[in-house]
């Protein structure tokens, strides 16, 4: 069984940066795309970034210029880069891996919470 365990959020004054990573139990290399969501309290949960296993990026607009997702195939590693943080983008952030297989997983979540 896949596992994926997401670390490095954590409490951050708003324009303050962080550095969420996804540690994969298997090798990225068999994996298609990864993605960061994240969920707030009574909405869906929603992509953040998207990256493929060719390098291929996507993000959502609220967070373009701002985020920076990346791959580190070789430590079966993902990571987002997050910089001027605003309060809005407090929630809960997910790491989701679908495989080229088709098996679809997911993280336990990290808190991201931009306050002063």
């Known amino acids: 069984q896949v596992q994926l365990v997401e670390s490095g959020g954590g409490l951050v004054q708003p324009g303050g940066s962080l550095r969420l990573s996804c540690a994969a139990s298997v090798s990225m290399f068999s994996v298609a795309v990864t993605g960061w969501y994240r969920q707030a309290p009574g909405k869906q949960r929603e992509l953040v970034a998207s990256i493929t296993n060719g390098g291929s990026t996507r993000y959502a607009d609220s967070v373009k210029g701002r985020f920076m997702i990346s791959r580190d195939n070789a430590k079966n590693m993902v990571y987002m880069q997050m910089n001027s943080l605003k309060r809005e983008d407090t929630t809960v952030y997910y790491c989701?891996?679908?495989?080229?297989?088709?098996?679809?997983?997911w993280g336990q979540g990290t808190q991201v919470t931009v306050s002063s």
């Open positions: 989701n891996e679908l495989f080229l297989s088709g098996q679809n997983s």
